[in-house]
Protein backbone atom coordinates (compact mmCIF):
# COMPACT_ATOMS: atom_id res chain seq x y z
CA UNK A 1 0.00 0.00 0.00
CA UNK A 2 2.72 1.88 0.73
CA UNK A 3 5.93 1.80 -1.67
CA UNK A 4 8.00 4.01 0.70
CA UNK A 5 9.43 3.60 4.78
CA UNK A 6 6.22 4.73 6.49
CA UNK A 7 8.76 7.22 8.44
CA UNK A 8 8.12 8.69 4.77
CA UNK A 9 4.12 8.72 4.52
CA UNK A 10 2.73 11.76 3.58
CA UNK A 11 -0.86 13.01 4.25
CA UNK A 12 -2.25 12.80 1.05
CA UNK A 13 -1.12 9.60 0.66
CA UNK A 14 -3.07 8.92 3.91
CA UNK A 15 -6.53 10.92 2.07
CA UNK A 16 -5.94 8.52 -0.77
CA UNK A 17 -6.88 5.68 1.22
CA UNK A 18 -9.95 6.76 1.89
CA UNK A 19 -10.63 8.24 -1.64
CA UNK A 20 -9.75 5.09 -3.33
CA UNK A 21 -12.10 3.28 -1.23
CA UNK A 22 -9.66 1.08 -0.20
CA UNK A 23 -11.01 -2.52 1.22
CA UNK A 24 -9.86 -4.23 4.25
CA UNK A 25 -8.21 -7.72 3.74
CA UNK A 26 -5.91 -10.40 4.23
CA UNK A 27 -3.25 -8.00 4.63
CA UNK A 28 -4.93 -4.73 5.60
CA UNK A 29 -6.80 -3.99 8.13
CA UNK A 30 -8.91 -0.12 9.39
CA UNK A 31 -9.23 0.84 12.95
CA UNK A 32 -11.52 4.14 13.70
CA UNK A 33 -9.86 4.71 16.91
CA UNK A 34 -7.56 3.06 19.71
CA UNK A 35 -9.55 0.34 20.66
CA UNK A 36 -11.16 0.01 24.19
CA UNK A 37 -13.18 -2.48 25.58
CA UNK A 38 -15.54 0.69 27.63
CA UNK A 39 -15.86 4.07 26.55
CA UNK A 40 -12.46 5.48 24.78
CA UNK A 41 -8.84 4.74 25.17
CA UNK A 42 -7.00 7.68 27.52
CA UNK A 43 -4.98 8.73 24.91
CA UNK A 44 -7.59 10.48 23.27
CA UNK A 45 -8.73 12.54 26.34
CA UNK A 46 -5.06 13.32 27.25
CA UNK A 47 -3.99 10.25 28.98
CA UNK A 48 -1.80 7.62 28.73
CA UNK A 49 -2.32 4.71 26.04
CA UNK A 50 -4.49 1.99 27.30
CA UNK A 51 -3.66 -1.17 27.94
CA UNK A 52 -6.69 -2.45 25.93
CA UNK A 53 -5.14 -0.83 22.96
CA UNK A 54 -1.80 -2.51 23.13
CA UNK A 55 -2.84 -5.55 23.62
CA UNK A 56 -5.40 -5.56 20.53
CA UNK A 57 -3.14 -4.11 17.94
CA UNK A 58 -0.59 -6.57 19.29
CA UNK A 59 -2.70 -9.68 18.22
CA UNK A 60 -3.41 -7.71 14.96
CA UNK A 61 0.16 -7.77 13.94
CA UNK A 62 1.10 -11.03 15.38
CA UNK A 63 -1.53 -12.30 13.08
CA UNK A 64 -0.42 -10.33 10.06
CA UNK A 65 3.32 -12.22 10.78
CA UNK A 66 1.93 -15.36 11.42
CA UNK A 67 0.43 -15.05 8.02
CA UNK A 68 1.77 -12.83 4.77
CA UNK A 69 2.23 -9.40 6.37
CA UNK A 70 0.12 -6.44 6.02
CA UNK A 71 -0.69 -3.26 7.30
CA UNK A 72 -2.91 -1.62 9.45
CA UNK A 73 -4.25 1.98 9.96
CA UNK A 74 -5.75 3.36 13.10
CA UNK A 75 -8.02 6.89 12.46
CA UNK A 76 -9.50 5.31 9.71
CA UNK A 77 -13.43 3.90 9.34
CA UNK A 78 -14.88 1.77 7.54
CA UNK A 79 -18.35 0.76 5.95
CA UNK A 80 -19.55 -2.42 7.67
CA UNK A 81 -21.51 -3.31 4.78
CA UNK A 82 -18.29 -3.07 2.40
CA UNK A 83 -15.39 -3.53 4.60
CA UNK A 84 -14.05 -0.29 2.26
CA UNK A 85 -12.60 2.61 4.16
CA UNK A 86 -15.17 5.45 4.38
CA UNK A 87 -14.45 9.61 5.26
CA UNK A 88 -14.07 11.23 7.42
CA UNK A 89 -10.80 10.77 9.00
CA UNK A 90 -10.67 10.27 13.27
CA UNK A 91 -7.42 11.93 14.11
CA UNK A 92 -5.40 10.46 16.73
CA UNK A 93 -4.00 13.33 18.95
CA UNK A 94 -0.22 13.56 19.43
CA UNK A 95 0.10 10.56 17.17
CA UNK A 96 3.95 10.50 16.40
CA UNK A 97 3.89 10.30 20.19
CA UNK A 98 1.55 7.58 20.26
CA UNK A 99 3.21 5.26 17.20
CA UNK A 100 6.02 5.59 19.15
CA UNK A 101 4.47 4.23 22.67
CA UNK A 102 2.74 1.45 20.88
CA UNK A 103 5.43 0.58 18.90
CA UNK A 104 7.47 -0.12 21.86
CA UNK A 105 4.28 -1.73 23.74
CA UNK A 106 3.46 -3.97 20.93
CA UNK A 107 6.96 -5.21 20.13
CA UNK A 108 7.08 -5.89 24.09
CA UNK A 109 3.85 -8.30 23.70
CA UNK A 110 5.51 -10.48 20.95
CA UNK A 111 7.47 -13.80 21.17
CA UNK A 112 9.71 -14.12 19.26
CA UNK A 113 10.60 -10.66 18.46
CA UNK A 114 9.63 -9.78 14.88
CA UNK A 115 12.29 -8.86 12.85
CA UNK A 116 9.91 -6.18 11.19
CA UNK A 117 8.00 -3.82 12.74
CA UNK A 118 6.87 -0.33 11.40
CA UNK A 119 4.79 1.62 13.29
CA UNK A 120 4.80 5.61 12.41
CA UNK A 121 2.16 8.47 12.85
CA UNK A 122 1.58 10.58 10.25
CA UNK A 123 0.29 14.09 10.65
CA UNK A 124 -2.99 15.26 8.96
CA UNK A 125 -4.15 17.82 10.20
CA UNK A 126 -3.87 21.38 10.66
CA UNK A 127 -3.02 21.79 14.29
CA UNK A 128 0.37 19.54 13.43
CA UNK A 129 -0.11 17.04 15.75
CA UNK A 130 -3.12 14.91 15.07
CA UNK A 131 -3.16 12.05 12.37
CA UNK A 132 -3.08 8.39 11.87
CA UNK A 133 -1.11 5.55 12.64
CA UNK A 134 -0.10 3.38 10.40
CA UNK A 135 1.78 -0.11 11.39
CA UNK A 136 3.46 -3.38 9.15
CA UNK A 137 4.60 -6.01 9.41
CA UNK A 138 6.34 -8.75 6.68
CA UNK A 139 5.60 -12.24 6.77
CA UNK A 140 7.76 -13.46 9.39
CA UNK A 141 10.49 -16.43 9.06
CA UNK A 142 10.32 -16.81 12.84
CA UNK A 143 6.61 -17.69 13.47
CA UNK A 144 5.01 -18.56 14.99
CA UNK A 145 4.61 -15.94 17.02
CA UNK A 146 2.74 -16.05 20.41
CA UNK A 147 0.89 -12.38 22.15
CA UNK A 148 3.00 -12.73 25.77
CA UNK A 149 0.07 -11.70 27.88
CA UNK A 150 -2.16 -14.56 26.52
CA UNK A 151 -0.08 -16.74 25.55
CA UNK A 152 -2.04 -16.91 22.27
CA UNK A 153 -0.37 -17.45 18.66
CA UNK A 154 -3.05 -15.82 16.23
CA UNK A 155 -3.11 -15.74 12.50
CA UNK A 156 -5.19 -13.54 9.43
CA UNK A 157 -8.79 -15.09 8.50
CA UNK A 158 -10.08 -13.41 5.89
CA UNK A 159 -10.20 -9.61 7.76
CA UNK A 160 -10.18 -10.63 11.08
CA UNK A 161 -6.98 -12.06 13.87
CA UNK A 162 -7.91 -14.96 15.57
CA UNK A 163 -6.50 -17.79 17.46
CA UNK A 164 -4.48 -20.43 16.20
CA UNK A 165 -5.61 -24.32 17.38
CA UNK A 166 -2.49 -26.39 18.43
CA UNK A 167 -2.67 -28.25 15.43
CA UNK A 168 -2.60 -25.26 13.08
CA UNK A 169 0.80 -23.69 15.37
CA UNK A 170 2.44 -27.28 14.61
CA UNK A 171 1.67 -27.01 10.86
CA UNK A 172 3.22 -24.07 11.05
CA UNK A 173 6.35 -25.07 13.11
CA UNK A 174 6.41 -27.55 10.35
CA UNK A 175 6.29 -25.29 7.71
CA UNK A 176 8.98 -22.73 8.83
CA UNK A 177 11.47 -25.70 9.57
CA UNK A 178 11.04 -26.76 5.84
CA UNK A 179 11.27 -23.12 4.24
CA UNK A 180 14.56 -23.15 7.14
CA UNK A 181 15.49 -26.03 4.85
CA UNK A 182 15.19 -24.37 1.53
CA UNK A 183 16.98 -21.72 2.36
CA UNK A 184 20.29 -23.93 3.51
CA UNK A 185 19.72 -25.98 0.06
CA UNK A 186 19.39 -22.40 -1.61
CA UNK A 187 22.23 -21.45 -0.91
CA UNK A 188 24.19 -24.39 -1.62
CA UNK A 189 22.64 -24.59 -4.95
CA UNK A 190 23.99 -21.65 -5.50
CA UNK A 191 27.59 -22.73 -4.23
CA UNK A 192 27.21 -25.63 -6.57
CA UNK A 193 26.19 -23.39 -9.64
CA UNK A 194 29.46 -21.41 -8.64
CA UNK A 195 31.46 -24.22 -8.89
CA UNK A 196 29.88 -24.90 -12.27
CA UNK A 197 30.77 -21.51 -13.38
CA UNK A 198 34.44 -21.25 -12.58
CA UNK A 199 35.94 -21.62 -16.09
CA UNK A 200 36.88 -25.47 -16.76
CA UNK A 201 39.79 -25.17 -18.71
CA UNK A 202 41.75 -24.38 -14.60
CA UNK A 203 41.24 -26.71 -12.37
CA UNK A 204 39.01 -26.93 -9.45
CA UNK A 205 39.19 -28.86 -6.22
CA UNK A 206 37.27 -29.90 -3.38
CA UNK A 207 35.55 -26.70 -2.23
CA UNK A 208 37.60 -26.83 1.11
CA UNK A 209 40.98 -26.44 -0.46
CA UNK A 210 39.64 -23.83 -3.15
CA UNK A 211 40.64 -23.26 -6.85
CA UNK A 212 44.50 -24.17 -7.95
CA UNK A 213 46.60 -21.98 -10.31
CA UNK A 214 48.42 -23.38 -13.38
CA UNK A 215 51.98 -23.23 -15.08
CA UNK A 216 51.62 -21.85 -18.80
CA UNK A 217 54.24 -21.33 -21.35
CA UNK A 218 54.65 -17.74 -23.46
CA UNK A 219 57.75 -19.10 -25.81
CA UNK A 220 60.91 -19.38 -22.80
CA UNK A 221 58.73 -17.89 -20.73
CA UNK A 222 56.68 -19.69 -17.55
CA UNK A 223 53.94 -18.09 -16.54
CA UNK A 224 51.92 -18.62 -13.30
CA UNK A 225 48.24 -17.89 -13.48
CA UNK A 226 47.04 -17.41 -10.07
CA UNK A 227 43.76 -17.53 -9.46
CA UNK A 228 41.17 -16.28 -7.22
CA UNK A 229 36.92 -16.50 -7.19
CA UNK A 230 34.30 -14.82 -5.52
CA UNK A 231 30.60 -15.76 -4.87
CA UNK A 232 28.04 -13.44 -3.40
CA UNK A 233 24.52 -14.60 -2.87
CA UNK A 234 21.78 -12.81 -1.12
CA UNK A 235 18.38 -14.61 -0.73
CA UNK A 236 15.05 -12.88 1.22
CA UNK A 237 14.18 -14.46 4.03
CA UNK A 238 10.38 -14.67 3.44
CA UNK A 239 8.50 -15.09 0.67
CA UNK A 240 9.42 -12.48 -2.43
CA UNK A 241 8.21 -13.36 -5.72
CA UNK A 242 9.37 -11.21 -8.58
CA UNK A 243 7.03 -11.50 -11.70
CA UNK A 244 7.99 -10.91 -15.32
CA UNK A 245 11.56 -10.53 -15.06
CA UNK A 246 12.97 -10.30 -17.81
CA UNK A 247 10.42 -6.99 -18.86
CA UNK A 248 11.40 -5.32 -15.43
CA UNK A 249 12.86 -1.38 -16.50
CA UNK A 250 14.32 -1.98 -12.84
CA UNK A 251 16.99 -3.69 -14.04
CA UNK A 252 18.34 -0.87 -15.97
CA UNK A 253 19.23 0.46 -12.23
CA UNK A 254 21.38 -2.90 -11.11
CA UNK A 255 24.28 -1.99 -13.25
CA UNK A 256 28.02 -2.25 -12.93
CA UNK A 257 28.58 1.47 -11.57
CA UNK A 258 31.52 2.50 -9.69
CA UNK A 259 30.61 3.76 -5.86
CA UNK A 260 32.26 6.39 -3.79
CA UNK A 261 32.80 6.28 -0.08
CA UNK A 262 33.64 7.84 2.98
CA UNK A 263 36.51 6.43 5.21
CA UNK A 264 38.44 4.16 3.86
CA UNK A 265 36.57 3.98 0.83
CA UNK A 266 36.80 6.30 -1.47
CA UNK A 267 35.95 4.64 -4.56
CA UNK A 268 34.86 1.19 -4.88
CA UNK A 269 34.90 -0.60 -8.71
CA UNK A 270 36.38 -3.41 -10.72
CA UNK A 271 39.42 -2.04 -12.30
CA UNK A 272 39.92 -5.01 -14.88
CA UNK A 273 36.06 -4.27 -16.41
CA UNK A 274 35.77 -3.91 -20.02
CA UNK A 275 31.95 -5.34 -20.93
CA UNK A 276 28.91 -5.61 -19.30
CA UNK A 277 25.96 -7.41 -21.17
CA UNK A 278 22.15 -6.87 -20.72
CA UNK A 279 20.14 -8.93 -19.34
CA UNK A 280 19.21 -12.17 -21.04
CA UNK A 281 16.19 -14.43 -19.55
CA UNK A 282 16.51 -17.94 -18.08
CA UNK A 283 14.44 -20.80 -16.66
CA UNK A 284 12.58 -18.17 -14.17
CA UNK A 285 15.33 -15.80 -14.15
CA UNK A 286 17.64 -13.58 -15.78
CA UNK A 287 21.43 -13.25 -16.42
CA UNK A 288 24.06 -11.36 -17.93
CA UNK A 289 28.04 -11.57 -18.30
CA UNK A 290 30.79 -9.10 -17.80
CA UNK A 291 34.27 -9.49 -18.43
CA UNK A 292 37.45 -8.05 -18.62
CA UNK A 293 40.80 -8.72 -19.65
CA UNK A 294 41.88 -11.26 -17.07
CA UNK A 295 38.39 -11.16 -15.32
CA UNK A 296 34.83 -12.96 -16.08
CA UNK A 297 31.57 -12.07 -14.13
CA UNK A 298 27.95 -13.22 -13.88
CA UNK A 299 25.11 -11.60 -12.31
CA UNK A 300 21.98 -13.89 -11.96
CA UNK A 301 18.30 -12.81 -10.27
CA UNK A 302 15.87 -15.51 -10.02
CA UNK A 303 11.82 -15.03 -10.09
CA UNK A 304 12.54 -15.82 -6.08
CA UNK A 305 14.25 -12.96 -5.20
CA UNK A 306 17.45 -14.50 -5.32
CA UNK A 307 20.41 -12.76 -6.57
CA UNK A 308 23.95 -14.10 -7.05
CA UNK A 309 27.48 -12.96 -8.44
CA UNK A 310 29.96 -15.19 -9.33
CA UNK A 311 33.33 -13.40 -10.12
CA UNK A 312 36.30 -14.95 -11.47
CA UNK A 313 39.82 -13.10 -11.68
CA UNK A 314 43.43 -14.22 -12.75
CA UNK A 315 46.64 -12.96 -11.90
CA UNK A 316 49.56 -13.87 -14.60
CA UNK A 317 52.72 -13.96 -13.02
CA UNK A 318 56.78 -14.25 -14.14
CA UNK A 319 57.12 -17.65 -11.61
CA UNK A 320 54.83 -18.38 -8.90
CA UNK A 321 54.62 -15.76 -6.29
CA UNK A 322 54.57 -15.95 -2.79
CA UNK A 323 52.00 -14.18 -2.43
CA UNK A 324 49.56 -12.44 -4.59
CA UNK A 325 47.35 -9.26 -4.18
CA UNK A 326 43.39 -8.75 -3.60
CA UNK A 327 42.66 -5.84 -3.63
CA UNK A 328 39.86 -5.10 -1.20
CA UNK A 329 38.03 -2.24 -2.77
CA UNK A 330 37.13 -4.73 -5.85
CA UNK A 331 36.02 -7.18 -3.20
CA UNK A 332 33.99 -4.99 -1.77
CA UNK A 333 32.82 -3.35 -4.88
CA UNK A 334 31.21 -6.66 -5.83
CA UNK A 335 29.07 -7.68 -2.52
CA UNK A 336 28.39 -3.31 -2.28
CA UNK A 337 26.84 -4.22 -6.32
CA UNK A 338 25.26 -6.92 -4.29
CA UNK A 339 23.21 -5.05 -1.45
CA UNK A 340 22.52 -2.24 -3.91
CA UNK A 341 20.52 -4.86 -6.17
CA UNK A 342 18.81 -5.88 -2.65
CA UNK A 343 17.44 -2.28 -2.32
CA UNK A 344 16.70 -1.64 -5.92
CA UNK A 345 14.43 -4.79 -5.96
CA UNK A 346 12.90 -3.65 -2.47
CA UNK A 347 12.09 -0.41 -2.98
CA UNK A 348 10.23 -1.00 -6.55
CA UNK A 349 8.26 -4.06 -5.18
CA UNK A 350 6.98 -1.59 -2.15
CA UNK A 351 8.88 -3.94 0.08
CA UNK A 352 11.42 -1.57 2.03
CA UNK A 353 11.67 -3.25 4.80
CA UNK A 354 12.36 -7.05 3.29
CA UNK A 355 15.39 -8.57 4.86
CA UNK A 356 17.82 -10.54 3.04
CA UNK A 357 20.41 -12.80 4.38
CA UNK A 358 23.77 -12.91 2.49
CA UNK A 359 26.23 -15.38 2.03
CA UNK A 360 29.94 -14.16 0.41
CA UNK A 361 32.23 -16.99 -0.35
CA UNK A 362 35.86 -16.46 -1.42
CA UNK A 363 38.21 -19.01 -2.83
CA UNK A 364 42.49 -18.54 -3.83
CA UNK A 365 44.77 -20.50 -5.83
CA UNK A 366 47.69 -18.56 -3.30
CA UNK A 367 48.15 -16.30 -0.33
CA UNK A 368 46.89 -12.71 -0.83
CA UNK A 369 48.13 -9.75 0.23
CA UNK A 370 45.12 -7.46 1.10
CA UNK A 371 45.77 -4.15 -0.87
CA UNK A 372 43.81 -1.24 -1.79
CA UNK A 373 43.28 1.15 1.64
CA UNK A 374 46.18 4.32 2.15
CA UNK A 375 48.73 2.64 4.57
CA UNK A 376 46.43 -0.94 4.62
CA UNK A 377 48.74 -3.01 7.07
CA UNK A 378 50.43 -6.16 6.23
CA UNK A 379 47.45 -8.69 5.87
CA UNK A 380 47.60 -12.44 4.13
CA UNK A 381 44.58 -14.60 3.24
CA UNK A 382 45.79 -17.93 3.20
CA UNK A 383 44.71 -20.34 -0.20
CA UNK A 384 41.85 -22.15 0.08
CA UNK A 385 38.75 -21.52 0.41
CA UNK A 386 36.52 -19.75 2.80
CA UNK A 387 32.75 -19.24 3.26
CA UNK A 388 32.61 -16.51 5.92
CA UNK A 389 29.72 -16.54 8.30
CA UNK A 390 26.08 -15.25 6.82
CA UNK A 391 25.24 -11.56 7.43
CA UNK A 392 21.51 -9.92 7.48
CA UNK A 393 20.92 -7.40 4.66
CA UNK A 394 18.63 -5.02 6.91
CA UNK A 395 16.97 -1.60 5.88
CA UNK A 396 19.40 1.21 4.07
CA UNK A 397 20.22 2.75 7.55
CA UNK A 398 22.31 -0.67 8.31
CA UNK A 399 23.72 -0.83 4.96
CA UNK A 400 27.43 0.86 6.09
CA UNK A 401 27.20 -1.39 9.66
CA UNK A 402 27.20 -4.30 7.09
CA UNK A 403 29.71 -3.23 5.13
CA UNK A 404 32.22 -2.88 7.88
CA UNK A 405 31.45 -5.86 9.50
CA UNK A 406 32.47 -7.65 5.99
CA UNK A 407 35.57 -5.46 5.90
CA UNK A 408 36.46 -6.66 9.34
CA UNK A 409 35.86 -10.37 8.48
CA UNK A 410 38.07 -9.96 5.71
CA UNK A 411 40.72 -8.40 7.33
CA UNK A 412 40.34 -11.07 10.30
CA UNK A 413 41.01 -13.88 7.79
CA UNK A 414 44.06 -11.98 7.26
CA UNK A 415 45.21 -11.89 10.95
CA UNK A 416 44.44 -8.37 11.11
CA UNK A 417 41.81 -6.04 13.28
CA UNK A 418 41.20 -2.85 11.57
CA UNK A 419 40.13 -0.26 13.80
CA UNK A 420 38.65 2.37 11.05
CA UNK A 421 35.13 3.33 9.72
CA UNK A 422 34.35 3.50 6.29
CA UNK A 423 30.54 4.06 4.34
CA UNK A 424 29.19 4.31 0.95
CA UNK A 425 27.61 6.19 -0.93
CA UNK A 426 24.49 4.62 -2.00
CA UNK A 427 23.17 5.47 -4.90
CA UNK A 428 19.13 7.35 -5.22
CA UNK A 429 16.80 4.69 -6.23
CA UNK A 430 13.81 5.72 -9.22
CA UNK A 431 10.70 4.53 -7.86
CA UNK A 432 8.26 3.73 -10.99
Given at each position: MFPTHLTEVVASEVHAVIQDEAAETLDFELKRTLPAKKGVDPWMTNGKVGDDAKDELAAEIIA???TVGGTLIVGIDEDTATKRAKPPLFPIPRCKEAAARLHQAISDRIEPKLPVFECEGVVTEADGTSGVIIMRTLESYLAPHRHSQNNHCYVRRNDRAEPMSMLEIQEMTRQ???AAADAEKSFKDSSDRFYSWIPRDHQRTHPYRGVQGIHT???????????WTLRVTAR??????????????????????AFSGTGQIHQL???????????APRLRAVEREFQGT???????????GLIERFVWQEQPEHGRPRHSVLEITELHWNVVCVVHATTVIRAVNSRPTQPYSLEVELMTSDPMVIHGYPSSPTAVIPGGSTTFPRY???ESQTLNELMMTIDKDVWNLGGHHPSWELGVAWPQIKLP
Open positions: FANKAREHGTTKVWLGIPLSPFLLMNLPKQPWLKQIDTRRWGDLRTTRVWNSLGLDRISSEEIG
